[in-house]
């Protein structure tokens, strides 16, 4: 239960960092809102790092490039994703 929490916690503070940086990365201009920034940051991060725990990278000695790559490609394709369906709407 301890390790769920902590992967949830971990997620939002990681979302604080990759929601942004999957905007910049990403072309163009998205009419998405901090909050959705970082909440697509957020679960970017934690399927990543779900992925990365599935696939066998999860943990690694030192930074785990690896986990990182795979949660901004993650991110980069939520902000497209979220970008396209609120492009929608209006």
């Known amino acids: 239960m301890g390790s769920v929490v902590g992967t949830i916690v971990g997620g939002l503070i990681m979302g604080l960092i990759l929601g942004p940086i999957a905007r910049l990365i990403k072309p163009g201009r998205q009419d998405i809102s901090l ?3 970082i909440l697509v940051g957020a679960g970017a991060a934690i399927l990543g790092g779900f992925l990365a725990d599935l696939i066998g990278v999860g943990n690694t000695a030192g930074i785990d490039w690896i986990k990182l790559l795979i ?6 394709i939520g902000i497209g994703l979220f970008a396209g ?6």
Not at 71 to 76: M, S, Y
Request: net charge positive; no cysteine; charged share 15%.
């Open 35 to 37: 909050i959705g920034t």
């Open 71 to 76: 949660q901004i490609i993650l991110a980069v």
């Open 85 to 90: 369906a609120s492009s929608r709407k209006t």
